[in-house]
Structure formats: C-alpha cells, structure tokens
C-alpha cells in the first residue's frame, strides 16, 4: 500500500485571473496527485472559507508548517486525511487553514491513490459497480455576478441533453445549443461582440425574459423539443437580488422588485413557459419554506439548492425535513474537504435528494469533478459547455468512456 511520502503547495491563478492554490500530494513509490483550486462569484453565506484572511499565502505556510501529520498516512484513506486536518482546523468553516486548502489536499491524496493502484479515481471513491454518466450541464447564456451590466438579472441559462442515450452525444447537443445561440444573438444585435461570462455562457445585452426567449430558439431551431430531446435549466442565483432591508428581490438591470410571493411566481412562471427539467436557487439562500413551495409544485422538476445549501451536511438534513428542494448542488470547495463532501452525497440519497456536481465560476483546467460526479452518482454534472477549464471536464467524460466501465447514462 502506498504511504504519502510528501505534499507541496504553490501559488497560481484560477480562470478569473485570481490568485489561486495547487497541492501536489506524493507517495512514497513516486505518483502524483495534483489539484488546483477553484472558486466562486456567487458565495453562500455559510460555505467553507477559501483562504485564512484571504490570503492563499498564508494557507499555504499553515500547511507547510503542519505537512508532517500527513506522511505516512495512506492516501486513499480519506478519512484519516480528513482528521489530520481537523487537528490543525476544527472550525466548521475551515477558517484556519482556507477551504481551498482542504479542497486540493484531500482530493490530491485521492487522486495520487489512485495512480499508485493503477485505477480511475471515480473507481477508487466508489465500490459501487453499476456506474452511469451523469448529464452534463452547461451554461449557455450568463448574467447577474458572473457578466457585466447590461446582461440579465438571472445568474445562468443552461441547457442539458436530456434525450440523449450517450455521453458523447449529451456534449455534442450542448455544444449546438451553444453555437446555435451565438448565431442569433449576433443576428439581433449588431453590436454583439460574442462577448462571453465567467463560466462561458454567452454574455448580451438582454433582460431576463429576452434572454430565456433566444435560449428555447436555439433549441428549437435546432429541431429540438424543449422538455425532450433537449430541456433548459435556470440558475436564479436569487440571494444575488435578494435584499434584507427591503425584504425584497431587487431586479437592477430589468428595473423591478419580487416580494417573496411575487418571486415564487416568477420563477413558476418561468418554469412552465420554457418547461425547465432545472431550477436552481429560485428563492434567496435562507428561503427555505419558500423553495419547499416550489418543490411542492414541481415534483418533476429539479428544484436544486446550491447557495441554500453549501454543500453543508447539517443544512441539508434541516432542508429534508423541511421539504425544501428534491435536488442538491455538490461543490467540494463548499463544503471544504473531499470528506465533507462525500458524507453531504450520503446524506442526500438517504434522503432521495438528487446530486448535481458542480464546477465554480472560477476554475482550473483539473477534470476531478467528473469523476466525483460519477462516484456520487450524479444526475447532471455543471461543468460549463464552453471554455477551456470547462471543456477540460467535458473531454475527461469522454476519456473515462473509454474504460468502458461505465453502461450509458443515469435517469433523471
Ligand atoms: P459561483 O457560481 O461559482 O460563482 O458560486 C456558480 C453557481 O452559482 O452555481
Ligand atoms: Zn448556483
């Protein structure tokens, strides 16, 4: 069995240009498992801090610092990582020693486990033998924190190949979409400069019912039928527009505020017009009696918690109770270690709440999440259709395909 000979850390720079961390864990017979970390624009109020005061250096020392309670441990033993981190950071949101830290520390170790067993990671996460691909997920049309003034309110329009029959299939159909809509939006507006969001999704000028309406063209135009062969999703992102003062949504660009009530139509509105299979975040990231409406209304649909949730095992217990959501964004760097992580997927099949593993806005050009994705048994992976650090995850499906290890794709 290997033992974990050395850990290295350095400073580099995720897909915004910020500055980032990369963990190398090594064994003793020499594998490497390497791991950049990502980072969001949209931030819930409770998940993991990235970097101890904000400072990726200073994450990087405590780690140096304490690397000795590392070696000798198996690196495949996830746990006993875990609980060496703990000893130098027990605070519930890794404020010590930077979520970021945790994040590419554990799921490094992973990985270099993984090659000294000469197995795919997702292989080493999980006994289970029965594996599908989950759909991927991908944003084709971004606002709110993640583009500039002058594009919608609403985080994200995404689209998923939700009649596909194959992993290459569900990327290629995505990637039309995403092509299609470049297309007409460079038809309607002149002035389009095919200016792109952080995740990749094209970035226009368009409110927010503009913007859905180009979306269902795409697909149509495409010959597609929205709710089969193809379905689009929403990211309302809504604590973005949330204000606690005014105990309102407040819509800046499109010039209008959603009391709560007004914001669950809103959003039921727009499920059933552009027959979304996907809605995330709908209602602010404490709503939880508010999305338990939504979940109510829409058995069929994935009315999904990310800010609501963080990837928080203690959150999500409380959201089943509650009804809140039937679907869960899983975000490793949310919750801060691999570990964390892996217990919030436990906990939401115990509770029959889907998991929908997701990139950050802010990204490395690492594929890892694909195979959390399928070691988790995810319905959808959110990984962008666009973009080197997203198409970085998209072709890691398509080589993991070739292990053959893996029978078609996952039912919704
Ligand atoms: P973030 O956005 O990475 O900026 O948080 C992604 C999301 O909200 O799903
Ligand atoms: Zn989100």
């Given at each position: 069995?290997?033992?974990?000979?050395?850990i290295?850390?350095?400073l580099?720079?995720?897909?915004?240009?910020?500055?980032?961390?990369e963990?190398?864990?090594?064994?003793?017979?020499g594998?490497?498992?390497?791991v950049?970390?990502p980072?969001?624009?949209s931030?819930?109020?409770?998940?993991?801090?990235?970097?101890?005061?904000?400072s990726?250096?200073k994450?990087?020392?405590?780690?140096?610092?304490?690397?000795?309670?590392f070696?000798?441990?198996?690196?495949?033993?996830?746990?006993?990582?875990?609980?060496?981190?703990?000893?130098?950071d027990?605070?519930?949101?890794?404020?010590?020693?930077?979520?970021?830290?945790?994040?590419?520390?554990?799921?490094?170790?992973?990985?270099?486990a993984?090659k000294s067993?000469?197995?795919?990671?997702?292989?080493l996460?999980?006994?289970?033998?029965d594996l599908?691909?989950?759909?991927?997920?991908?944003?084709?049309?971004?606002?709110?924190?993640?583009?500039?003034p002058?594009?919608?309110?609403i985080?994200?329009?995404?689209?998923?190949?939700?009649?596909?029959?194959?992993?290459?299939?569900?990327?290629?159909?995505?990637?039309?979409?995403?092509?299609?809509?470049?297309?007409?939006?460079?038809?309607?507006d002149?002035?389009?400069?095919?200016?792109?969001g952080?995740?990749?999704?094209?970035?226009p000028?368009?409110?927010?019912?503009?913007a859905?309406?180009?979306?269902?063209?795409a697909?149509e135009?495409?010959?597609?039928?929205?709710?089969?062969?193809?379905?689009?999703?929403?990211?309302?992102?809504?604590?973005?527009q949330w204000?606690?003062?005014?105990k309102?949504?407040?819509?800046?660009?499109?010039?209008?505020?959603?009391?709560?009530?007004?914001?669950?139509?809103?959003?039921?509105?727009?499920?059933?017009?552009?027959?979304?299979a996907?809605?995330?975040?709908?209602?602010?990231?404490e709503?939880?009696?508010?999305?338990?409406?939504?979940?109510?209304?829409?058995?069929?649909?994935?009315?999904?918690?990310?800010?609501?949730?963080?990837?928080?095992?203690?959150?999500?217990?409380?959201?089943?109770?509650?009804?809140?959501?039937?679907?869960?964004?899983?975000?490793?760097?949310?919750?801060?270690?691999?570990?964390?992580?892996?217990?919030?997927?436990k906990?939401?099949?115990?509770?029959?709440?889907?998991?929908?593993?997701?990139?950050?806005?802010?990204?490395?050009?690492?594929?890892?999440?694909?195979?959390?994705?399928?070691?988790?048994?995810?319905?959808?992976?959110?990984?962008?259709?666009?973009?080197?650090?997203?198409?970085?995850?998209?072709?890691?499906?398509?080589?993991?395909?070739?292990?053959?290890?893996?029978?078609?794709?996952?039912?919704?």
């Amino acid at each position: 069995m290997a033992r974990i000979a050395s850990i290295k850390g350095r400073l580099l720079y995720n897909s915004r240009g910020s500055k980032t961390v990369e963990i190398d864990v090594i064994t003793d017979n020499g594998d490497v498992g390497r791991v950049c970390a990502p980072s969001g624009a949209s931030v819930g109020k409770y998940e993991a801090i990235s970097f101890p005061d904000n400072s990726p250096e200073k994450g990087l020392e405590i780690l140096k610092a304490n690397e000795k309670k590392f070696i000798g441990l198996d690196p495949s033993d996830l746990k006993s990582i875990h609980e060496a981190l703990r000893e130098i950071d027990s605070t519930s949101n890794y404020s010590k020693i930077g979520g970021s830290i945790a994040f590419s520390l554990t799921i490094a170790a992973t990985e270099s486990a993984a090659k000294s067993e000469g197995i795919p990671m997702f292989k080493l996460l999980t006994k289970d033998s029965d594996l599908k691909f989950p759909f991927p997920l991908g944003n084709i049309l971004g606002g709110g924190a993640h583009a500039g003034p002058g594009t919608p309110d609403i985080q994200e329009i995404l689209v998923c190949a939700t009649g596909s029959k194959t992993i290459r299939d569900s990327i290629e159909v995505n990637l039309s979409v995403h092509k299609e809509l470049g297309k007409i939006l460079a038809k309607k507006d002149p002035g389009f400069t095919n200016g792109r969001g952080d995740e990749g999704g094209w970035a226009p000028k368009l409110n927010n019912e503009q913007a859905l309406e180009v979306a269902a063209r795409a697909c149509e135009q495409l010959g597609f039928t929205l709710g089969k062969e193809v379905s689009l999703g929403v990211d309302f992102a809504s604590t973005t527009q949330w204000n606690e003062n005014k105990k309102k949504y407040v819509y800046d660009r499109a010039g209008f505020e959603n009391t709560p009530e007004e914001q669950i139509d809103f959003a039921a509105e727009i499920i059933k017009k552009y027959k979304l299979a996907y809605a995330e975040d709908a209602v602010h990231e404490e709503a939880f009696e508010d999305m338990a409406i939504l979940t109510k209304k829409f058995p069929n649909i994935l009315i999904t918690g990310d800010d609501l949730l963080v990837t928080n095992t203690e959150i999500l217990k409380n959201a089943a109770k509650k009804r809140a959501c039937n679907a869960a964004i899983l975000k490793v760097n949310q919750a801060g270690s691999l570990y964390d992580a892996i217990e919030f997927a436990k906990e939401a099949s115990k509770n029959n709440i889907k998991l929908i593993t997701s990139h950050r806005s802010g990204e490395s050009s690492d594929s890892h999440i694909s195979h959390i994705g399928i070691a988790t048994k995810s319905k959808m992976l959110k990984v962008g259709v666009m973009g080197g650090e997203r198409i970085a995850k998209l072709n890691e499906l398509l080589r993991i395909s070739e292990y053959d290890l893996i029978r078609g794709m996952v039912e919704i």
